[in-house]
């Protein structure tokens, strides 16, 4: 393998592994002996690269300005391709908008030769079976899962009854066929998964649940597991 590339190869690893990182997986990722990566990881530092860290210990790298950006291999960028065109089929016109704004950033900062990889990508996505429309809460979804503020709703269930709910939403999952709210019910003081479509009369509270969507969500999705098995 070419120098250049191995230090590329490196960059990449302590990028994406968590830190710190030891020699030894550094050399296991990149394919060469920790003596090798030890002089490759000198000629990083030598060459601008902020890398905390010694032997022994493990290493973390400090982003800088200076350092070569991230490249997408060929596979990858077909991965980034398919995946922001799922992303607008989903039938939610913000998301759709925002995956193409993304995808032409992204785009737009990459060497011509892998632009035009991505403008002729050969993976392509189609739905015969369409979701319906989104509602128009599912932006009010978001923010109020971003944000950690709680939702008031009426809801319909499949039997047809309707109540007023107090939700924690969490997080938003995009089926097959629906999408459905990861919630906290604080009417039934636990969690439930609410069908977007059923939700109506949508509105923002004052109560916070923040700090807590992420360890309800982390619980949540734990216990779906647990189901499943």
């Known amino acids: 393998m ?15 592994l968590p830190q710190p990182v030891t020699a030894a997986r550094l050399a296991d990722e990149t394919g060469v002996s920790e003596r090798t990566l030890y002089r490759d990881i000198n000629a990083l530092r030598a060459g601008g690269a902020l890398i905390d860290g010694e032997a022994g210990v493990g290493y973390t790298l400090t982003e800088d300005p200076a350092l070569p950006p991230q490249m ?69 979804l978001r923010e109020a899962a971003w944000d950690e503020c709680a939702l008031d709703l009426t809801y319909r ?26 919630a906290f019910c604080c009417l039934r003081q636990d969690f439930r998964r ?7 009369a949508v509105r923002l509270t004052d109560e916070s649940f923040r ?6 969500l982390r619980d949540f999705i734990g216990q779906l597991r647990e189901t499943r098995r």
Not at 211 to 216: A, E, K, N, T, Y
């Open 2 to 16: 070419a120098r250049a590339d191995r230090l590329f190869r490196l960059l990449s690893a302590l990028r994406m």
């Open 72 to 140: 997408f291999t060929r596979l990858e960028v077909e991965a980034l391709v398919l995946g922001l065109a799922e992303v607008g089929m989903a039938r939610d016109p913000a998301l759709a908008k925002a995956a193409a704004q993304a995808q032409a950033k992204i785009i737009a900062t990459l060497p011509d030769r892998v632009q035009r990889q991505a403008i002729h990508a050969v993976s392509r996505t189609y739905r015969y079976e369409r979701r319906a429309p989104l509602p128009p809460h599912m932006q009010l």
């Open 157 to 182: 269930d499949l039997a047809g009854q309707v109540t007023d709910r107090r939700i924690w939403p969490l997080g938003v999952v995009f089926l097959d066929r629906e999408v459905q709210c990861l």
């Open 194 to 200: 609410f069908k977007v479509a059923q939700m109506d």
């Open 211 to 216: 700090p807590r969507r992420v360890p309800l």
